[in-house]
């Protein structure tokens, strides 16, 4: 690691990192997005085998809160245009935020790598975290957007976190990639 920033040191280019910053961020996103998917159905699955008697898996899908980028979405909204996201839009603005979120926090992320190569400790496994942390332990509570990370289930961390180990983990491959690349 320290010998990679003693080579790279007069090879600092934060147009580039930036660029495959973005390129991680993105395709991250849509495996984080895949895995949560997975680990949802997964979920569901093992629900269904121990769900009440009385309550049949519509009435507990009603039950669940909209998603966080859909709330981010139309906190924007509101905010931006003085309205709500329509029904049928609603969906694609969640996933909007999500991909913003992700191709930004990418970007950053590959920017950094330019400055400090030590950023990329654990192949982005330590970036994952860290976006966990920052984004869905502290920032989504404080602005209203989720609960106390006390007052939410441990499975429900467990999840966040492996997604977003998943996340970083991929950001810095493809980062590596295409930076090496370019």
Do not use: C
């Not at 909209?66 to 839009?89: D, H, L, N, W, Y």
């Not at 969640?94 to 190569?117: N, R």
């Amino acid at each position: 690691m320290i010998e990679e920033y003693f080579q790279r040191e007069n090879e600092m280019d934060f147009a580039k990192g930036v660029i495959a910053g973005v390129a991680g961020g993105l395709l991250a996103s849509l495996l984080m997005e895949q895995f949560q998917a997975l680990w949802s159905t997964a979920a569901e699955k093992i629900e269904e085998q121990f769900a009440d008697e009385g309550e049949d898996q519509e009435t507990a899908k009603k039950k669940q809160a909209e998603p966080t980028t859909v709330m981010v979405a139309q906190s924007i909204s509101k905010k931006v245009f003085g309205r709500k996201i329509p029904k049928s839009k609603r969906d694609a603005a969640g996933e909007a935020v999500h991909y913003t979120m992700g191709i930004t926090s990418g970007a950053i992320y590959g920017a950094l790598t330019e400055v400090s190569p030590i950023t990329t400790v654990g192949d982005g496994l330590a970036f994952g975290a860290a976006v966990w942390v920052l984004a869905d332990e502290v920032s989504l509570p404080k602005l209203g957007f989720s609960q106390p990370p006390k007052k939410i289930p441990l499975a429900t961390h467990i999840y966040a976190l492996a997604s977003h180990l998943v996340y970083g983990w991929t950001t810095e491959i493809v980062r590596r990639a295409v930076r090496k690349a370019l």
